[in-house]
């Protein structure tokens, strides 16, 4: 008896295991009560093979709604039945398949600007949209007319009635709310935050038309700050007479630590030179937005360059600032020039900045004799400064800027000896990342400087050369009345942190005090790295003019950290 059980409890567990593993293989087969159109079945990737019957049910009810996406408006499920065991068969009434769709509109509602961002096919009075593209078209034609401030708006379709010829037609109906404008502003996680920043910078202002859209774009405009970050997505508070926008932002560091270390021989001594570089940049520790930046350079043959400016941003709550500017250069024992600026500037927009003002120089000659063929003279010179700048900024913790854009002119006068020359200078820059995927870029940037004057003097002339302008050459070395450097690197990064890249950089120069025109040449290689203590870059370059053979002593080796604190 004892064994009988146990048999029957086997027979049991057998027959059940059984059942569930034809539960699990259960197929569903597609049948139309009409003719089925020729490859409909291919085109839904339909799922043969189902676990058990209620997911197979489900498929099938999925199955009428994505025919009628597709515009099989009046198809039908009609049934379901058992084949077999494991094989069912649903069976579809399909009907017309309707491809397009003509809907009527109101040119009070809707204008063809608008609706040319969703139909090709504009009349009067109508418009023609592909049936599997209703959702999708109007779902972007209900975000431009909330985008424009009717926040609450609703677009949706009625009066859907068939053509006698197949066709399908429609109202489009728009329900308006009540139009949305910015009534208060609140800053949450950065209580100091310099609000004029929101205003003037990212373009948020009180009375603006709200715009979900908008806002997003202009709370991530704030991130190319540097010394602000979004926490989170901007959120709205919609009361029934106003509107309140939170932003939600933090202080981030962004103070920078910049210095270089450079190595060449001397051409004469054959003895190992070095080069200092250091550079300062202290932004919003007084949570004003300002900026205080110290620069020294020196090349290791007593040519030494200082700079100090300070830029204070958007005056009494205006998008006005003030910007001032002092610099040191000094030649050996040939001569000295210093550099006054003031200038006022203008935010047009996030990316684009304005601004005018005054620059002076004053140089002197330190010689005690003259040199022939060296043109140094006392003078002072005034200069009223216009200029422009556009920076758009990428996610990039190595290459934070993909487009730099500025272009300066000096209109004004050299004083020497009594006499009064009228001089113009131009100062332009270009620079561009052109990200070929994710770890691959090539970075251009051109920079370009003219003096235009009767007369030159070799104290008042342009310096280039260097890290910063075309390497493989000291810095500040060349000394020229017009000058254009082509720099262009091939990038190769490897993950967030590490990156090399080639080094090609083209120059041309003329110095109409010696009554030079010269090519030069610049190539290299080099690697920068994300460490604890900032950005580390080391550059191999070895520079030569057009008329030089190569030689290997000419390399340059530059050393560089950006450390921010």
Not at 150 to 164: D, G, M
Not at 298 to 326: C, H, I, M, W
Not at 456 to 481: H, Y
Request: charged fraction near 20%; glycine fraction near 6%.
């Amino acid at each position: 008896m004892k064994h009988i059980l146990y048999i029957l409890l086997y027979l049991n567990i057998y027959a059940g295991f059984i059942h569930v593993s034809n539960a699990q293989n259960l197929q569903l087969t597609i049948k139309g009560e009409d003719t089925i159109p020729e490859g409909l079945i291919d085109s839904l990737n339909i799922d043969s093979n189902y676990k058990n019957y209620q997911s197979l049910k489900q498929a099938s009810d999925e199955l009428h709604l994505t025919l009628s996406d597709i515009g099989y408006i009046e198809n039908e499920l009609k049934s379901i039945q058992k084949e077999n065991d494991s094989i069912f068969i649903a069976t579809f009434y399909f009907g017309t398949r309707f491809k397009y769709i003509k809907i009527h509109y109101s040119n009070v509602d809707f204008s063809k600007k608008e609706l040319i961002q969703i139909s090709s096919e504009i009349k009067d009075t109508f418009f023609i949209l592909p049936f599997e593209e209703i959702e999708n078209s109007l779902q972007k034609l209900n975000a431009l007319k909330t985008k424009n401030g009717n926040t609450f708006a609703r677009i949706h379709l009625e009066e859907i009635t068939i053509n006698s010829n197949s066709t399908l037609s429609a109202s489009l109906i728009l329900t308006n709310g009540n139009k949305r404008t910015i009534d208060q502003i609140i800053v949450k996680g950065y209580d100091k935050f310099p609000k004029s920043f929101i205003k003037y910078y990212a373009g948020v202002k009180i009375g603006n038309t709200f715009s979900k859209e908008e806002i997003i774009s202009q709370s991530n405009a704030l991130n190319s700050l540097g010394f602000v970050s979004n926490i989170k997505t901007p959120e709205a508070l919609f009361k029934k007479d106003s509107t309140t926008v939170y932003f939600y932002l933090k202080k981030e560091k962004d103070n920078l630590f910049d210095g270089i270390l450079g190595f060449s021989t001397n051409e004469d001594s054959q003895k190992l030179i070095f080069n200092g570089y250091l550079n300062l940049e202290l932004n919003n520790n007084l949570n004003f937005g300002e900026q205080f930046i110290l620069n020294y350079k020196a090349d290791g043959n007593d040519q030494q360059n200082f700079r100090v400016k300070t830029t204070l941003p958007y005056l009494l709550k205006s998008p006005f600032g003030l910007g001032l500017e002092l610099k040191i250069f000094k030649r050996d024992s040939t001569f000295v020039t210093t550099e006054q600026e003031i200038q006022i500037s203008y935010q047009i927009n996030p990316a684009t900045n304005s601004y005018v003002g005054y620059k002076g120089y004053d140089s002197s000659n330190l010689l005690d004799e003259a040199i022939e063929g060296i043109a140094i003279e006392d003078y002072n010179s005034k200069y009223i400064v216009a200029g422009a700048s556009y920076k758009k900024h990428q996610k990039n913790i190595l290459f934070p800027i993909k487009t730099n854009i500025s272009l300066e002119t000096e209109i004004g006068a050299r004083e020497q000896k009594a006499l009064k020359e009228s001089q113009i200078k131009i100062n332009g820059n270009l620079h561009y990342i052109f990200n070929l995927n994710y770890k691959n870029s090539i970075f251009l940037q051109n920079s370009t400087s003219i003096l235009t004057s009767d007369s030159f003097l070799t104290n008042e002339l342009f310096r280039f050369g260097g890290i910063n302008s075309i390497r493989g050459f000291n810095e500040n070395s060349i000394d020229a009345s017009m000058f254009s450097v082509l720099n262009s690197e091939y990038r190769y990064q490897f993950n967030e942190g590490i990156y090399m890249h080639s080094i090609i950089d083209i120059a041309y120069f003329e110095n109409q005090v010696l009554s030079i025109k010269e090519k030069l040449y610049s190539f290299g290689i080099g690697v920068g790295m994300q460490t604890k203590a900032g950005i580390l870059k080391l550059n191999f370059a070895n520079g030569k003019a057009e008329s030089q053979e190569f030689n290997f002593s000419n390399t340059k080796i530059h050393l560089s950290l950006s450390s921010r604190f």
